[in-house]
Nanobody, 113 residues
Framework: VQLVESGGGLVQPGRSLTLSCAAS????????MSWYRRTSGKEREWVAT????????VYADSVKGRFTISRDNDKNMVYLQMRKLGPEDTDVYYC???????WGQGTQVTVSS
């Protein structure tokens, strides 16, 4: 299984970004999928999870109301739409299924003016 996250970048506070997660070697529709984030030296923090059907979604309190997780099972992709970004959202973002697979390289999100 290989996970590839993309879409990160440098944005100003209050702006939006959408992250993408592509997988190979696995059919994502068989799994609930999650996004995580980590600042260097810290443990990965869970951000959001979407059920395999796309019906149920849960979010960490820190992102609730600002982030939206979604998926396209036909494309084997998972997304994270991030709005109203703040400096506290600066992190490397990763996708995985309950941490069961090797981590991808992640995608860096930096929120700064």
């Amino acid at each position: 299984v290989q996970l590839v996250e993309s879409g990160g970048g440098l944005v100003q506070p209050g702006r939006s970004l959408t992250l993408s997660c592509a997988a190979s070697g696995v059919t994502l529709s068989n799994y609930d999928m999650s996004w995580y984030r980590r600042t260097s030296g810290k443990e990965r923090e869970w951000v959001a999870t979407i059920e395999r059907s796309g019906g149920g979604r849960v979010y960490a309190d820190s992102v609730k109301g600002r982030f939206t997780i979604s998926r396209d099972n036909d494309k084997n992709m998972v997304y994270l739409q991030m709005r109203k970004l703040g400096p506290e959202d600066t992190d490397v973002y990763y996708c995985n299924a309950d941490r069961r697979w090797p981590w991808g390289q992640g995608t860096q999100v930096t929120v700064s003016s």
